[in-house]
Antibody, heavy 122, light 108 residues
Framework: QVQLVQSGAEVKKPGASVKVSCRAS????????IHWVRQAPGQGLEWMGW????????NYAQNFQGRVTMIRETSISTVYMEMSRLRSDDTAVYYC???????????????WGQGTTVIVSS | SYVLTQPPSVSVAPGKTARITCGGN??????VHWYQQKPGQAPVLVLY???HRPSGIPERFSGSNSGNTATLTISRVEAGDEAHYYC???????????FGGGTKLTVL
């Protein structure tokens, strides 16, 4: 069974950093981009960026450039999303999800992690 | 940047047909994907590439995409379809992915 399993909830102070992990199982890790999407309380879905686990290439949304870093550890089929200089409005549920490398525009995000709650509060 | 516009809410009686629109500049030239999200749960892909259903998604879910509007149609709506629905595309000009603002479907 294909799964993306994320790390547990985090509580951080403003200005700190957070690192969330996403471990893939049940399928070929390197055949899919791993994307990160966040959802603030009561709000919609916001795309943050992706990492290609095969090459390590990344692409970040404008809103997160300079503050988000995505890396992969292929030996354990895990991707990490690190966000620095946290603010209170970064409080959200962070999801990892995947998109096929081939014809990526046509297939959508078919598997999602369970979500990781990040609370930023002083 | 590319913008997708959805109505904030749609209401429908059980057994009727719900239509949720997703507007964008020439969105008909893009592949549109739709996600269902119930409270406290991760989103679920219900349609990809405009009108293709992933395994396990009922035939009641269908889609179309032409011109400046994509549409998710849910036939014979059930109480369990009550959820937020989001459309999404990949914007080739920015190489970024975009979500619509989401539509809350209420089953009366």
């Amino acid at each position: 069974q294909v799964q993306l399993v994320q790390s547990g909830a985090e509580v951080k102070k403003p200005g700190a950093s957070v690192k969330v992990s996403c471990r893939a199982s049940g399928d070929t890790f390197s055949d899919y981009y791993i994307h990160w999407v966040r959802q603030a309380p009561g709000q919609g879905l916001e795309w943050m960026g992706w990492i290609n686990p095969k090459s390590g290439d990344t692409n970040y949304a404008q809103n997160f450039q300079g503050r988000v870093t995505m890396i992969r550890e292929t030996s354990i089929s895990t991707v990490y999303m690190e966000m620095s200089r946290l603010r209170s409005d970064d409080t959200a549920v962070y999801y990892c999800t995947r998109v096929a490398l081939l014809r990526f525009a046509d297939y959508g995000m078919d598997v999602w992690g369970q979500g990781t709650t990040v609370i930023v509060s002083s | 940047s590319y913008v997708l516009t959805q109505p904030p809410s749609v209401s429908v009686a059980p057994g009727k047909t719900a239509r949720i629109t997703c507007g964008g500049n020439n969105v008909g030239a893009k592949s549109v994907h739709w996600y269902q999200q119930k409270p406290g749960q991760a989103p679920v892909l219900v349609l990809y590439y405009d009108d293709h259903r992933p395994s396990g998604i009922p035939e009641r879910f269908s889609g179309s995409n032409s011109g400046n509007t994509a549409t998710l149609t849910i036939s014979r709506v059930e109480a369990g379809d009550e959820a937020h629905y989001y459309c999404q595309v990949w914007d080739s000009s920015s190489d970024h992915w975009v979500f619509g603002g989401g539509t809350k479907l209420t089953v009366l």
